[in-house]
């Protein structure tokens, strides 16, 4: 009987699995499969940290190669954690601003439940 | 239920999990779990090293239970390795050192690779 914690774990790895099996069929991501994961995924993450007069997908290749710590071009599972620790604190960060609904701020959500 | 194991770098089957298994709920799940554990003693954002010890201790058993993790110096040696600026408590940021542990552990068992080798490149 697995616990909360192995639950949500073994969903983000089933989330990485999905698109690391695109072309090529590896257990790596590949830039646009980085790519994907991040854009049909995490729009909460990306919104709130893409720095100011950066387009998402200049962030995105920025996370990339920061993530990618051979250089290879591609990432492992534990090169993924890497951005995946900032989604994480993006997330927590988040649990804390948003008690019961959103309050007028910088957050200009309209209800988007992908 | 278990997959074939037909190879140690086999891809796994697509699980299907209860519930709608999507990353954001996942997120939630583990902000949840972080503070289910940080509120119970001294700032409720913070773990504490008993806040700790009872998070892993009840939401890692699997983790614990091999190389030698379940060693009493364990939790105690990890957890001052995730106390980076040694305040005696972990900061969730801190706290995500730990989640990356537990999830390469989960994600090298999916694979049947080894779980006690450092990470290779």
Redesign the interface.
């Known amino acids: 009987m697995?616990?909360?914690?192995?639950?949500?774990?073994?969903?983000?790895?089933?989330?990485?699995?999905?698109y690391a099996?695109k072309k090529p069929?590896d257990?790596y991501l590949s830039k646009d499969e980085f790519s994907a994961l991040l854009k049909e995924?995490?729009q909460?993450f990306l919104r709130n940290t893409v720095p100011p007069k950066t387009s998402i997908n200049d962030y995105i290749s920025k996370l990339f190669t920061r993530a990618d710590?051979?250089h290879n071009g591609r990432l492992k599972?534990?090169e993924f954690?890497?951005t995946?620790?900032r989604?994480?604190?993006d997330?927590?960060n988040r649990?804390?601003k948003h008690p019961a609904h959103p309050e007028g701020g910088h957050d200009h959500d309209h209800g988007h439940s992908? | 239920m278990s997959a074939s194991t037909q190879g140690t770098t086999a891809l796994p089957e697509t699980r299907h999990f209860p519930g709608h298994c999507t990353l954001e709920v996942a997120l939630k799940t583990v902000v949840d779990v972080y503070h289910r554990y940080s509120t119970r003693e001294g700032k409720p954002d913070l773990l504490s090293f008993n806040d700790f010890e009872a998070l892993l201790t009840e939401q890692a058993p699997t983790f614990l239970q091999a190389c030698n993790r379940k060693n009493p110096n364990y939790l105690r040696n990890l957890f001052k390795e995730t106390d980076l600026n040694k305040d005696r408590e972990v900061a969730f940021e801190e706290f995500t050192m730990v989640l990356a542990k537990l999830s390469d552990d989960a994600h090298r068992l999916i694979h049947h690779q080894d779980r006690c080798t450092p990470d290779k490149p």
Not at chain 1, 2 to 18: F, G, M, P, S, W
């Open positions: 697995k616990t909360d914690l192995e639950l949500a774990l073994d969903c983000i790895i089933n989330v990485y699995h999905q099996v069929i257990d995924n995490a909460p710590a051979n599972f534990t954690m890497t995946l620790n989604v994480f604190i997330a927590h649990s804390h992908p």
